[in-house]
């Protein structure tokens, strides 16, 4: 069995933003590390969001379409996140990531354009709510604002995927309108950040609710929870289980209202990127990696060990940050991170052992 060489290099790029967007997570949270750069732990949201996240969804696109140019892409947002890293005081690296973000914009564009459907279009203006976050934080707005059209980039991609691998469902044209309504309800509040940020975060929050619990009912997750194959019924958990932080978030949102920083800042924003969006990574993983890397992963029953460290540690980070007990938040923030390298490692080592037996067939 051969591995897919092409895509490596961007992967190790974006993977090593990951680890930075991790340490810079730490010192957010207040544990006393050395910082290879002083403004480290500003950069936790744009190299997470963009050196990371943008650049592997971007990349999975790009294999899949076969289209070199959109490697501009990956590239651009491992370039600007070093750039970012090392010259911090200097626009041009947030200028690289957000070329890198209207270039996933049109990559996202020519899919929607090749097969013109709800789910594409859903993905498309996730594609666009990140390069207006992007744009957003180059031209100097507050992160706190930004972070939304940022979320609001994660959010919908991950549910217009979720749309499409759910089709066999055959969700009702009603179910349909009310998924796109909650979209529109929910970019609605997004937009109003800049206007009216106790509004927009309820009503986002809202959004974000009602589209959790649209997933009960139209997203094929629920139905596998039992199923026979145990990989499917792994998936189905890290699915199901993202959802019901992606309820926590906005039930968060609409109960305190918007947050600049703070504790329920934190609990807020982590109940959905840590909650919702990892463990959703966590689910589509045995698919994303396949993709790129042309090598597949074997599951293992360990990988519930990280799976279960992830949202238990969330739940201790969250309830730290809703009762206001810093300690709770820090340890249970550590541990989150502690479950994200766990499961980095044992992915890899779950493609290594996949591709070794490939070798000896």
């Not at 009762?323 to 044992?346: D, K, P, S, T, V």
Request: aromatic share 12%; hydrophobic share 60%.
């Amino acid at each position: 069995m051969k591995i897919n060489k092409a895509p490596i290099p961007f992967l190790a790029l974006s993977l090593l933003a990951f680890v930075f967007a991790l340490w810079a997570g730490l010192l957010r949270l207040g544990f006393a590390l050395p910082a290879p750069i002083a403004s480290l732990a500003m950069l936790h949201g744009p190299l997470m969001i963009s050196g990371f996240l943008g650049a592997l969804i971007s990349l999975e696109r790009v294999v899949a379409l076969k289209s070199r140019w959109m490697y501009g892409v990956p590239l651009l947002a491992g370039v600007g996140w070093l750039v970012a890293l090392v010259a911090a005081k200097q626009s041009f690296g947030p200028f690289l990531l957000t070329l890198a973000s209207l270039g996933g914009a049109a990559i996202l564009a020519t899919m929607a354009r090749r097969e013109f459907a709800l789910h594409t279009v859903t993905m498309f203006l996730g594609a666009l709510a990140w390069a207006v976050g992007n744009i957003l934080w180059l031209t100097g707005s507050a992160i706190f604002q930004v972070v939304y059209w940022w979320q609001a980039f994660l959010l919908l991609t991950i549910l217009g995927e979720r749309l499409e691998l759910s089709r066999v469902l055959k969700p009702s044209r009603a179910g349909q309108y009310l998924f796109l309504g909650m979209i529109v309800v929910f970019l609605a509040g997004v937009v109003l950040f800049m206007q009216d940020i106790q509004l927009a975060s309820r009503i986002s929050g809202g959004g974000m609710l009602a589209l959790a619990l649209w997933s009960v009912w139209n997203d094929i997750a629920w139905r596998n929870l039992r199923h026979r194959m145990p990989l499917t019924r792994y998936i189905a958990w890290c699915l199901a289980l993202g959802f019901i932080w992606l309820g926590v978030g906005g039930t968060i949102n609409l109960v305190y209202g918007a947050q600049a920083a703070g504790p329920l800042y934190d609990a807020a924003l982590h109940s959905v990127f840590v909650g919702f969006v990892i463990s959703m990574i966590f689910g589509h993983a045995p698919i994303i990696f396949p993709a790129i890397l042309g090598a597949p992963i074997d599951f293992r029953p360990a990988f519930y060990i990280h799976l279960s460290l992830l949202h238990l540690s969330l739940v201790a980070r969250v309830a730290g940050g809703l009762l206001n007990i810093h300690a709770m938040r820090m340890w249970g923030g550590l541990f989150n991170e502690a479950a994200i390298l766990l499961f980095l490692a044992m992915t890899m080592y779950s493609v290594r052992a996949s591709l070794k037996a490939g070798s000896q067939i």
